[in-house]
C-alpha cells in the first residue's frame, strides 16, 4: 500500500509518512473532501509542535522541489520542506513553537495596531492641533481651526485617511482647487497650519511640551513638506489716503461702540483685530496698552506696547470689559468677524472693494510714504520682527518713535486732502 492510500484509509488522522534523520517526522492528514495536507511533526523539551507545510498535488512531477501551478506540493517538495523545518526547529531558540508563539503575539499587536490607528485620521490631527494651539493661547487658534476645517469639508476623503498614511499626493488636488479657484491666499495657509500640525505630530516622541497623544499619530514623515510652500504675497490693495480719511470719517459718524472700535483700529495703528480684541484691562496703561503678539513659534507671546493718543485714550474708556476691556456677554471678547461685519456695514459702498485688512496695509504705506522707517512700522505693527536681536526683546521699544507716528498718522486723517501732499513730521 502505498502512502497515500495509508493516508486516505484513516480520513482525519495525522500519519506518519516517514521519519527524518535531522528530527521529526513528515505527517499527511486528508479531510472529509478528500485533500490532502502535509506537516511537518516534532517534540522539543516535551513540548509538540507540527508545522503545516501546504497541499499534496498528485499531478505535479513527483521529483519537484518547487510549489505547482495550484499551489501543492509533490512528495518530494514536501520532504524538502520538512528537512528545512527541521534544521529550523534545532537551531532556532525555543524552537518552531517558541517562533510560532513570538508571530502570533507580532500579528495581535499588529492587529491592535491596526484597530487604534483607525481614529487617528487626518481630520483628528487637525483638531487636537487646533485644540493645542488653543491651549497655548496662540492666537490664530481659530483661524487654524476653521481653515483646516473648511479643507477637510471639501475633501472628506483626506479627512477620513489615517494621518500617518497621507501622502503629498493626497492634498495637492485641494490645493491646487482652491488655487484654481482663485483662492490667493487661501492654499499657502492650508499649507502652512497642515505643515505645522505634523511638526507636532511627528516630534511627539522626543518633544516633552507636546502632549502624549500626539504621538499615537504615529508619524514618521511630515508629507506636506514635499509639497512647495505659497510665496507670501503682501496686500497689493492697501487703502489709499483719501480712502483712509473716509473711513475716518465713517468712523467719526458710527455712534457708540461700533464707532470707537472703528476708530481704535486706525488710531492705534492697524493692528490684528485678534490680538487687539483680547486686550486686558490690566494691560491698559495711561498712556500706553499692552498686546499680547502670539503669532510665530516662539513659546511665550511677545508684549507688544502701542502708545495711545488722547482720542484714542478716551475712546478706549467707553468700553467697560473688566477682564477683556472689549467684552460681552460677560468676559467674552468681541469676535474680529463681528468687528469686521461692523466695519463693512458701515462702509457700505462708500469705499470700494472694502475689506478690513486693507486697512493694516493702508497705514503701514502712509507711515512709509511719509519717511516712518520699516524698523519703527514693524515695532508699531508688530510685524517682520524677525532677527536675532527683536527674537531676544530689543531693550529699546520704540515707544517715542511709535508715538510720533500715531501723531503723523493722526494729522492725516484729520487733514483736508491735498493732492501729493502728506505730512512729514509730527504737529501738535
Known amino acids: 500500500m502505498s502512502w497515500i492510500d495509508n493516508v486516505r484509509a484513516k480520513p482525519g488522522a495525522f500519519v506518519t509518512v516517514e521519519k527524518l534523520a535531522q528530527g521529526g517526522t513528515l505527517q499527511a492528514r486528508v479531510d472529509r473532501a478528500g485533500a490532502c495536507t502535509l506537516y511537518y511533526r516534532a517534540k522539543r523539551d516535551g513540548q509538540e509542535v507540527r508545522e503545516r507545510i501546504g497541499l499534496f498535488d498528485a499531478t505535479h512531477p513527483p521529483r519537484s522541489l518547487d510549489v505547482s501551478a495550484k499551489g501543492g506540493y509533490s512528495l518530494a517538495g514536501a520532504q524538502a520542506k520538512a528537512v528545512q523545518l527541521a534544521v529550523e526547529h534545532r537551531t532556532i531558540a525555543g524552537g518552531l513553537a517558541a517562533r510560532k508563539r513570538e508571530q502570533t503575539a507580532q500579528r495581535k499587536h499588529a492587529d491592535a495596531e491596526r484597530v487604534a490607528i483607525q481614529d487617528m485620521t487626518v481630520q483628528a490631527l487637525f483638531d487636537d492641533y ?48 482652491l488655487n484654481e479657484a482663485g483662492k490667493v491666499r487661501e492654499p499657502g495657509k492650508v499649507r502652512s497650519y497642515a505643515h505645522a500640525a505634523y511638526q507636532v505630530a511627528l516630534f511627539a516622541a522626543t518633544d516633552p511640551a507636546i502632549p502624549g497623544r500626539f504621538e499615537h499619530y504615529r508619524i514618521g514623515i511630515n508629507p506636506l513638506t514635499a509639497i512647495r510652500a505659497t510665496p507670501a504675497r503682501a496686500d497689493k490693495r492697501p487703502l489709499t489716503v483719501d480712502e483712509m480719511r473716509t473711513y475716518w470719517r465713517i468712523a467719526q459718524e458710527t455712534p457708540g461702540h461700533r464707532g470707537a472700535l472703528m476708530r481704535l483700529h486706525l488710531l492705534l495703528g492697524g493692528q490684528r483685530s485678534a490680538q487687539l480684541l483680547r486686550l486686558r484691562r490690566d494691560d491698559v496703561r495711561e498712556d500706553h496698552i499692552v498686546l499680547d503678539d502670539g503669532k510665530g513659534r516662539r513659546p511665550e507671546p511677545r508684549r507688544h506696547v502701542v502708545p495711545l493718543l488722547p482720542t484714542a485714550a478716551a475712546d478706549l474708556g467707553l468700553f467697560s470689559g473688566s477682564g477683556f476691556v472689549f467684552a460681552v456677554d460677560g468676559d467674552t471678547p468681541i469676535r474680529p468677524e463681528t468687528v469686521h461685519d461692523w466695519e463693512a456695514d458701515a462702509v457700505g459702498e462708500r469705499i470700494k472693494d472694502f475689506q478690513p485688512k486693507r486697512l493694516r496695509s493702508g497705514v503701514e504705506t502712509a507711515l512709509s510714504a511719509m519717511g516712518v522707517s520699516s524698523k519703527v512700522r514693524g515695532h508699531l505693527q508688530s510685524h517682520g520682527l524677525g532677527g536675532v536681536q527683536d527674537r531676544h526683546y530689543d531693550a529699546h521699544e520704540y515707544f517715542e518713535e511709535k508715538l510720533s507716528a500715531l501723531h503723523m498718522l493722526f494729522d492725516l486723517l484729520s487733514s483736508e486732502a491735498r493732492t501729493n501732499v502728506l505730512p512729514l513730521r509730527r504737529t501738535g
Not at 141 to 158: E, S
Open 130 to 177: 487646533a485644540a493645542l494651539q488653543a491651549q497655548r493661547g496662540k492666537l490664530d487658534h481659530q483661524d487654524a481651526k476653521t481653515t483646516l476645517r473648511r479643507f477637510i469639508t471639501a475633501n472628506p476623503d483626506l479627512g477620513s485617511k489615517v494621518a500617518s498614511e497621507a501622502t503629498a499626493q493626497d492634498f495637492v488636488p485641494g490645493l491646487r482647487a
